[in-house]
């Protein structure tokens, strides 16, 4: 099936409409971005797009893959991806979040390779999935989590942000596990993030995780513990 190339183009012309060359620089070294930005901030960017996707819905499963990979694959500037993972979490598709888009998500994280796409993948569009087919994502993810693709790692440790009681400890340790020693920063702050959110929920159960695993990295250990009464206490005690 072809991708919706009138989306695709309205998009792309849209984008260049707001563009602001004196922008561009900074978020490009903010992020430092191999591929060039437009300079559009995310406000009118967002406004654009939630213009274009109103008018050029797509028809179905096929059509949206096959145009998300377009706009994808064939971005010029960042915000081109940007518009990509966007459309991935357009109201209009909410149907079609199952197991078979995690091959379309994994190709985006791997490819784009850098926390701004990657987060968002994660925390919004695997997460999901997996709370809604646990019995076919969970061992997806328990691969990603040992996976020498530092992106698929990071993917696993934080899918389950804002799961709360419905977080699976046993995934989340798993992941955490594997990449508990690594210096990789991404990686680091990864596990402390996705255990300072959990501690909302049971912040009984992260402190003694952190407790259990000495091997966590200093600021996976402050980040995770960032918000009990007794995390900087066990710091400092170590």
């Not at 437009?38 to 939630?50: C, H, I, Q, S």
């Not at 040992?146 to 046993?170: F, H, N, S």
């Not at 990686?187 to 995780?209: C, E, H, M, N």
Request: proline share 6%; net charge neutral.
């Amino acid at each position: 099936m072809d991708a919706d190339q009138r989306l695709i183009s309205a998009v792309r012309s849209g984008l260049a409409a707001l563009a602001d060359p004196a922008k561009a620089p900074a978020m490009r070294a903010y992020m430092k971005s191999a591929m060039p930005y437009r300079g559009v901030p995310k406000p009118p960017r967002a406004g654009l797009l939630k213009r274009i996707f109103a008018e050029h819905v797509l028809p179905d499963r096929e059509t949206f893959t096959a145009t998300v990979r377009a706009l994808w694959r064939e971005a010029e500037y960042r915000e081109e991806r940007y518009a990509a993972i966007d459309l991935t979490g357009h109201h209009a598709y909410r149907d079609w979040q199952d197991p078979e888009l995690l091959g379309l998500y994994e190709d985006m994280i791997v490819t784009g390779a850098w926390w701004d796409y990657v987060d968002e993948l994660a925390a919004r569009r695997v997460g999901p999935i997996l709370r809604g087919a646990p019995a076919t994502v969970t061992p997806v993810l328990r691969a990603w989590a040992i996976d020498p693709d530092l992106w698929r790692r990071r993917t696993a440790i934080i899918c389950q942000l804002g799961a709360k009681e419905g977080t699976d400890t046993e995934l989340l340790t798993h992941a955490i596990e594997f990449s508990a020693s690594e210096k990789e920063f991404f990686l680091r702050k990864g596990i402390g993030w996705a255990l300072r959110d959990y501690a909302k929920t049971a912040p009984g159960w992260v402190q003694s995780f952190v407790d259990e695993y000495p091997e966590l990295s200093g600021l996976s250990r402050r980040e995770a513990l960032k918000h009990l009464g007794t995390g900087e206490g066990a710091v400092r005690a170590r």
